[in-house]
């Protein structure tokens, strides 16, 4: 399983971001595919999944703000972020696995890409 991150940057409060999780190695259509962050001095947190065939999962703080989305042809998971918010900074990470039918969410993950950083500042 190979992943790889990209698209953070510095966006001002009420920005907008895509980012993007490349993926190879494995069966995209079979995996659910999900994004987590984790901000300075905290754990890593889930912030949205996306199951095999399309279904999504956001935590309630990123609700009504982001959307995943993927690509079967490119084998590419996408993060849009709008109305970003300073708590949003964090390095974002995308994971896969093999769950039951591709179902989300992904509650052991084991395979991580590098993490792209985002940070919301004035």
């Known amino acids: 399983v190979q992943l790889v991150e990209s698209g953070g940057d510095l966006v001002q409060p009420g920005g907008s971001l895509r980012l993007s999780c490349a993926t190879s190695?494995?069966?995209?259509?079979?995996?659910?595919i999900g994004w987590f962050r984790q901000a300075p001095g905290k754990q890593r947190e889930p912030v949205s999944c996306?199951?095999?065939?399309?279904?999504?999962e956001y935590v309630n703080s990123v609700k009504g703000r982001f959307t995943i989305s993927r690509d079967y042809a490119k084998n590419t998971v996408y993060l849009q972020m709008n109305s970003l918010k300073p708590e949003d900074t964090a390095i974002y990470y995308c994971?896969?696995?093999?769950?039951?039918?591709?179902?989300?969410?992904?509650?052991?993950?084991?395979?991580w890409g590098q993490g792209t950083q985002v940070t919301v500042s004035s």
């Open positions: 994971t896969a696995a093999r769950t039951f039918e591709g179902r989300c969410p992904i509650t052991d993950p084991t395979d």
């Open positions: 996306i199951s095999s065939p399309g279904r999504t």
């Open positions: 190695g494995f069966a995209f259509d079979a995996y659910a």
